[in-house]
């Protein structure tokens, strides 16, 4: 017999199902709670601006983390990894942030035609990169140089996973610019999942892109190493 849509013999088990936090549902909702609170500290640990580098490694090693299956609050793994990687961090920020000032210097007061092209390219070079940074930074154990050196190659190895990885985030300022002009009553989630939902987003791509490093056996000296 149905009863508005519902089998009543079976519809203890049709509810059951419907309310159990192991269900795809729940853990579906669950996985966008802890991006939105990783998505939330990685701004309130930006906002000194000095520590955006730490709050950028913090937010990928969490997303990693996460997509792995890790336990845990994610507060606590945050906190633990930005304090972590903290000083290395942002000494990364400030070696990232010198080109990042001079590509908004160029867009803002070079005004030459023919040299648009240039800088896109210099742009789609410089946020190739950036998300290597961090993620290198937080899978690996190595020193500030090799660390930006080893950022810059990977990218470049692995570039079909770099662009994918890249156009995540574009993708998603794309989004909340298109949604904050047609529909703004549907941006309130988008700026809650924020930059973590690139940032998870783009999780099956590093591991692929990573993956020749991962395996590699640990050396300390001159080759990364997997925390």
């Known amino acids: 017999m149905l009863l508005f849509g519902w089998t009543v013999n079976g519809g203890g088990k049709e509810m059951k199902r419907l309310f159990d ?58 906190w633990r990894s930005f304090k972590d990687n903290c000083v290395p961090s942002t000494v990364l920020w400030f070696i990232a942030a010198v080109p990042l000032a001079v590509l908004a210097w160029v867009w803002i007061y070079v005004d030459a035609s023919e040299l648009v092209v240039l800088k896109a390219l210099l742009s789609i070079c410089y ?27 990977m990218s470049v190895a692995r570039l079909p996973y770099s662009l994918g990885i890249m156009l995540l985030y574009v993708g998603m300022g794309v989004l909340i610019a298109l949604v904050t002009w047609q529909l703004p009553q549907a941006l309130p989630p988008l700026v809650l999942l924020g930059v973590a939902l690139p940032a998870y987003g783009s999780i099956p791509l590093f591991i692929r892109s990573l993956a020749p490093w991962l395996m590699q056996e640990s050396d300390h000296n001159s080759e990364p190493s997997p925390r």
């Open 127 to 153: 946020l190739t990169v950036f998300p290597y940074l961090w993620m290198v930074q937080a899978r690996f154990e190595n020193s500030v140089g090799n660390t930006v050196k080893n950022a810059v190659l």
């Open 21 to 78: 936090p192991e269900s795809p549902f729940w853990q579906a909702v669950a996985r966008c709670a802890d991006l939105v609170i990783i998505n939330l500290l990685t701004i309130a640990f930006s906002l000194p601006l000095i520590t955006v580098g730490a709050a950028f490694t913090a937010l990928n090693d969490c997303c990693w983390r996460l997509y792995d299956e890790q336990g845990g609050s994610v507060v606590r793994m945050y």
